[in-house]
């Protein structure tokens, strides 16, 4: 019932920045938090930045203080804004939401991830 799509990787050199983009689309559900996952190759997928309905934040340690996670309720978008960038940060970058639907006295409960956009930090 909900479909993200991402935008804003790339490659860029260590010390730079991206911006990274991602639109949820549905119709009748109430988008609960919105984030981004990332995976490095030969590596599990971890959460770099996750924000609530509430706007309660949370970040991965790698990333506190260089990245910054902001959301656009209007337009149901979440930014991921990604400063002095490391080779360590390259990844897939995975967009994800949990949302709900159905009646307000049963809600039900799903999650949804976008396809991915790769980022490559070089050296």
């Known amino acids: 019932q909900v479909q993200l799509v991402e935008s804003g990787g790339g490659l860029v050199q260590a010390g730079g920045s991206l911006r990274l983009s991602c639109a949820a689309s549905?119709?009748?559900?109430?988008?609960?938090?919105m984030g981004w996952y990332r995976q490095a190759p030969g590596k599990q997928r971890e959460l770099v930045a996750i924000?609530?309905?509430?706007?309660?934040?949370n970040y991965a340690d790698s990333v506190k203080g260089r990245f910054t996670i902001s959301r656009d309720n209007a337009k149901n978008t979440v930014y991921l804004q990604t400063d002095y960038l490391k080779p360590e940060d390259t990844a897939v970058y995975y967009c994800?939401?949990?949302?709900?639907?159905?009646?307000?006295?049963?809600?039900?409960?799903?999650?949804?991830w976008g396809q991915g956009t790769q980022v490559i930090v070089s050296s």
């Open positions: 994800y939401a949990a949302f709900s639907y159905g009646p307000v006295e049963n809600p039900q409960s799903r999650s949804a």
């Open positions: 924000i609530r309905s509430g706007y309660s934040i």
């Open positions: 549905g119709r009748r559900v109430s988008i609960d938090a």
